[in-house]
């Protein structure tokens, strides 16, 4: 049996797929979002317990100045974290194409997690204008990773419009419903060619690591972590279920029955 100081052996922790958007390769499958912290001393704590490399920054939500102690992106290490500027906010393509261009003037990379919100009580996204935006931005040389819902079509016209990955929600942003349509995921992933990365929706660990048994590539959160009554704990919950769902999709599953099969041979039973 295992220690809790052993490690997994080499073949069952070495991915033949690596985590790989744009020609960068990432180690951790799990991104992680800055808002909702009770404090930033918190927000760094949560974010380190996580193991995510991949911190998405709101451009219109947060100080861009980051002398100021009270703004987030003094706490956020660029040496540490590859910072991913994000629009959340946005309800129109002309808008979410401004803030990226704000963010890329300000120091941020070319990378951005692009959201055009259609409707203010739902926040599902306007997939027009997301198109429209995608389009508009990786004309210019940005990397757009572009948050959608779980329609196969709009996912598929992301990749054709230059998207370098896709970001289909679980279920609505802050619900912490978990994945509402697996068969969904699972079709957009099979279909597309860049990295899809499943975001929104994910409320606790087993919601995690449903959503990666579905094959996807990783998953951006923020709620889910920062919401939780301890983040911290909630925030290393999560990386193990990426983690562990991830493991649990290479090895494959055992196929669902309606009926009991014994797990042990029937022949050469002692008789009785």
Same mark, same amino acid.
């Given at each position: 049996?295992?220690?809790?100081?052993?490690?997994?052996?080499?073949?069952?922790?070495?991915?033949?797929?690596?985590?790989?958007?744009?020609?960068?390769?990432?180690?951790?499958?799990?991104?992680?979002?800055?808002?909702?912290?009770?404090?930033?001393?918190?927000?760094?704590?949560?974010?380190?317990?996580?193991?995510?490399?991949?911190?998405?920054?709101?451009?219109?939500?947060?100080?861009?100045?980051?002398?100021?102690?009270?703004?987030?992106?003094?706490?956020?290490?660029?040496?540490?974290?590859?910072?991913?500027?994000?629009?959340?906010?946005?309800?129109?393509?002309?808008?979410?194409?401004?803030?990226?261009?704000?963010?890329?003037?300000?120091?941020?990379?070319?990378?951005?997690?692009?959201?055009?919100?259609?409707?203010?009580?739902?926040?599902?996204?306007?997939?027009?204008?997301?198109?429209?935006?995608?389009?508009?931005?990786?004309?210019?040389?940005?990397?757009?990773?572009?948050?959608?819902?779980?329609?196969?079509?709009?996912?598929?016209?992301?990749?054709? @419009? !230059?998207?370098?990955?896709?970001?289909?929600? #679980?279920? $609505?942003?802050?619900?912490?419903? +978990? %994945? =509402?349509?697996?068969?969904?995921?699972?079709?957009?992933?099979?279909?597309?060619?860049?990295?899809?990365?499943?975001?929104?929706?994910?409320?606790?660990?087993?919601?995690?690591?449903?959503?990666?048994?579905?094959?996807?590539?990783?998953?951006?959160?923020?709620?889910?972590?920062?919401?939780?009554?301890?983040?911290?704990?909630?925030?290393?919950?999560?990386?193990?279920?990426?983690?562990?769902?991830?493991?649990?999709?290479? @090895? !494959?599953?055992?196929?669902?029955?309606?009926? #009991?099969? $014994?797990?042990?041979?029937?022949? +050469? %039973? =002692?008789?009785?």
């Amino acid at each position: 049996m295992m220690g809790h100081t052993d490690v997994l052996p080499p073949q069952a922790s070495t991915d033949p797929h690596p985590f790989v958007i744009a020609d960068r390769e990432f180690r951790s499958r799990l991104m992680v979002g800055t808002g909702k912290y009770a404090s930033n001393e918190q927000m760094i704590d949560a974010i380190e317990a996580s193991g995510a490399e991949v911190v998405t920054v709101a451009v219109r939500r947060v100080d861009l100045d980051r002398k100021k102690d009270e703004g987030i992106l003094h706490h956020l290490d660029p040496a540490q974290f590859f910072l991913l500027a994000n629009t959340a906010g946005c309800y129109t393509a002309a808008e979410a194409i401004r803030y990226a261009r704000l963010a890329r003037a300000a120091g941020f990379n070319e990378w951005v997690k692009l959201e055009v919100i259609g409707d203010q009580q739902t926040l599902l996204p306007d997939t027009v204008g997301l198109l429209e935006a995608t389009k508009t931005l990786a004309g210019e040389g940005f990397k757009v990773m572009a948050y959608t819902n779980d329609d196969l079509i709009t996912a598929l016209r992301l990749e054709e @419009a !230059g998207a370098v990955a896709v970001m289909p929600l #679980a279920s $609505p942003i802050g619900s912490g419903l +978990g %994945m =509402l349509n697996p068969y969904a995921i699972r079709t957009i992933k099979q279909r597309l060619s860049v990295p899809v990365i499943v975001d929104a929706g994910v409320g606790t660990a087993s919601d995690a690591c449903i959503v990666m048994e579905q094959g996807v590539d990783g998953i951006l959160m923020n709620t889910g972590i920062a919401a939780a009554s301890d983040p911290v704990r909630m925030a290393t919950a999560m990386r193990q279920a990426v983690e562990a769902g991830r493991l649990a999709y290479l @090895a !494959g599953r055992m196929p669902r029955r309606e009926v #009991a099969v $014994p797990s042990s041979p029937t022949t +050469g %039973m =002692l008789s009785s």
